[in-house]
Nanobody
Framework: EVQLVESGGGLVQTGGSLRLSCAASGFTLDEYAIGWVRQVPGKERETLSCIATRDDSTYVAESMKGRFVISSDRAKSTVYLQMNKLTPEDTAVYYC???????????????WGQGTQVTVSS
């Protein structure tokens, strides 16, 4: 059974950093691309970044370049999202998701975690 479990969310002040983790089980990271997607209530889901360990290909949303960095640890079957210089506009539920291709389109992801809340205070 494919499972994705996010952790690392929480409350942080403006300008702070958080590192989110996505622990994958039921498959190896080489089988799927893993993306980070966030959703603010009332807004569309937004793919932030995606990585495929099988060929080290990545996608990073233009608006995230320079602030968010995706990485992976095959041995731990975990994908990370390092988020820096956070602002209140980054407040959202952050999901990791697995799909067959590296993409910025969240509709391509087949499996989803339960999400972790990130709140940035001003």
């Amino acid at each position: 059974e494919v499972q994705l479990v996010e952790s690392g969310g929480g409350l942080v002040q403006t300008g702070g950093s958080l590192r989110l983790s996505c622990a994958a089980s039921g498959f190896t990271l080489d089988e799927y691309a893993i993306g980070w997607v966030r959703q603010v209530p009332g807004k569309e889901r937004e793919t932030l970044s995606c990585i495929a360990t099988r060929d080290d290909s990545t996608y990073v949303a233009e608006s995230m370049k320079g602030r968010f960095v995706i990485s992976s640890d095959r041995a731990k079957s975990t994908v990370y999202l390092q988020m820096n210089k956070l602002t209140p506009e980054d407040t959202a539920v952050y999901y990791c998701a697995a799909g067959s291709i590296v993409t910025g389109d969240p509709t391509y992801y087949q499996f989803w975690g339960q999400g972790t809340q990130v709140t940035v205070s001003s």
